[in-house]
């Protein structure tokens, strides 16, 4: 990641951790922040993302991309399958 770039992981915490982690990094410079989650954090990413954009970040922020996924986790017979999202956060000109 370079200066320019940062990323949030989204796990089981409360939303609002996760969108102050993207607010502060946005306010330390960061151009672009990538939220990341996979399973049945994908939702709580989706909220991260509006609630940065929509209330926090009102217009100075867009979402720029969105990629959609899934990864296969485990071993042996404990294979499976997980959904996967990144949403790119980017700070307008």
């Known amino acids: 990641m370079s200066v320019t770039e940062g990323s949030v992981l989204v796990g089981n915490k409360n939303v609002m951790n996760y969108v102050l982690a993207a607010v ?6 960061a151009k672009k922040v990538l939220v990341k989650a996979r399973g049945r954090a994908i ?5 991260v993302a509006e609630i940065v954009r929509s209330r926090f970040l009102k217009g100075e922020v867009d979402v720029s991309s969105i990629k959609i ?16 999202i990144e949403i790119l956060l980017e700070k307008k000109q």
Do not use: H
Not at 43 to 47: E, I
């Open 69 to 84: 996924g899934s990864e296969t986790v485990g071993e042996g017979d404990k294979k499976r399958t997980i959904s996967t």
């Open 24 to 29: 502060i990094q946005f306010n330390q410079g």
């Open 43 to 47: 939702s709580r990413a989706v909220d």
